[in-house]
């Protein structure tokens, strides 16, 4: 089996019994590291907006990140390359666990030290297409002493924390989990992405 394939099936598995799973390395470490560099360099040049909320307004006290959009058809290479991987991802997922995703959506984020974002579901009200979220940490180097960890709220009211180490995967089913992020000594990166089924009511 390759790697990737191995990669896709255990996601697979994973996913099916407990709805969510890290995957420790699924990208190149050069695209990895073509991810960070790209998006500490917009965050540096301000290309970076602070995030809204549900309720269309930028509020701090819920969420304290800058993102920046992907845009289909006017990619960097590196986000190219994210996009490509994840697109296979999202195809081989939805097949087996018959997830009826038809498209990805993606964006950069960063949060200054002290930034987080509340506890909250990834579905948006009025919306529910996001069914499966990802997200992608480009953290070189990080300690769990640095905070940052994304807190993911399971149905038995445990939870895990997972720290936004470079290179690793973090998915989870979008209407199932609530989560949270918690603030950090140092600037977090990451790629958060959501693989979408066609919206009810939605046209086309
Ligand atoms: O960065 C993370 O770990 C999660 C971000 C998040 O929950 C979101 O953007 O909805
Ligand atoms: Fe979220």
Known sequence: MTTRSHEFTSATRALA???????????????????????????????LLPARTGADRA????????TYWFH????SAPQQAFADHMDELRVTLSRRLMLGLVDCESHYAVYRPGAGYARHLDCLRDDDARVL??????????????GGALRLYLADGSYRDVYPHAGSLLLFLSAQFEHEVLPATRDRMSVACWMRQRAIGANG
């Open 17 to 47: 019994v407990d709805g969510w799973c890290v995957l420790p390395h699924p990208l190149p470490l050069e695209q990895t590291r073509a991810l960070a560099g790209e998006c500490a360099a917009m965050h540096d040049a301000r290309q």
């Open 59 to 66: 509020d701090s006290s819920l969420r304290g990140d800058s």
């Open 72 to 75: 289909s058809g006017a990619m």
């Open 133 to 146: 979220s990802a997200v992608f940490y480009l953290n070189d180097a990080w300690q769990e002493a640095d």
